[in-house]
Structure formats: structure tokens, C-alpha cells
């Protein structure tokens, strides 16, 4: 019903910089909440930036000043801008919609997942 396809990722050097988008496609009521996620090799699953459902912005104490959020909210998509990556943000990135679906509830959907790669 929904789908996320996610882009961006790939192998930078530490202190360089990335960008990631997603886009949410299908039967989109509406959005409620929207943003990434990461999971390193051996490390459980955590949240990294997403926009809430009233609007504000969470961010993982480990991407903050780096990290930077955005969306366009007429694409259904969130970008997250990257910068001065060291080698612990290598992970895979995983982009996460609470959606409201037309005629139905609000699900979790998650993307497949974008590796990010930062060498030393």
C-alpha cells in the first residue's frame, strides 16, 4: 500500500559528506511522522533524525550540529544532509513513515535501506 525508496547512500571519505532522500508512494492520506534510522554491523537499530508528528525535529545526540533534516512535504519526502561523517556513522540507513493509509489506519513502513560507508 505504501512504499519508501530511499537513495543517497555510498562510500565517503571521513570528514566528507552525504545526502540522503525518501520518498513515500502509494495510498498516502496523510504523513504523521517521517524520518531515519540507522543500524551498524553487531549494534541494534537507532534513531538517528526524524520530524514528529506535531512537526518538531528528534536527533540522535551523535549527529547533532552534523545532521541536518528537511522535507518537502508536497513530495512525501525527508532528506538528511550528512556532514563531517567519521567511520562510526557507517551504518545501514533506514528510512521510517508512520502513514495514514487512505480508507484505512496508520501503519510503521520502513525502507529496505541505504548503505553509508565513511572510511578513515
Known amino acids: 500500500q505504501v512504499q519508501l525508496a530511499e537513495s543517497g547512500g555510498g562510500l565517503v571519505q571521513a570528514g566528507g559528506s552525504l545526502r540522503l532522500s525518501c520518498t513515500a508512494s502509494?495510498?498516502?492520506?496523510?504523513?504523521?511522522?517521517m524520518g531515519w534510522y540507522r543500524q551498524a554491523p553487531g549494534k541494534q537499530r537507532e534513531l538517528v533524525a526524524t520530524?514528529?508528528?506535531?512537526?518538531?525535529?528528534n536527533y540522535a545526540d551523535s549527529v547533532k550540529g552534523r545532521f541536518t533534516i528537511s522535507r518537502d512535504n508536497a513530495k512525501n519526502t525527508v532528506y538528511l544532509q550528512m556532514n563531517s561523517l567519521t567511520p562510526e556513522d557507517t551504518a545501514v540507513y533506514y528510512c521510517?513513515?508512520?502513514?495514514?493509509?487512505?480508507?484505512?489506519?496508520?501503519?510503521?513502513?520502513w525502507g529496505r535501506g541505504t548503505q553509508v560507508t565513511v572510511s578513515s
Open positions: 521510517n513513515a508512520k502513514v495514514v493509509v487512505i480508507r484505512s489506519d496508520a501503519y510503521d513502513y
Open positions: 520530524f514528529t508528528s506535531g512537526g518538531s525535529t
Open positions: 502509494g495510498s498516502i492520506f496523510s504523513i504523521n511522522a
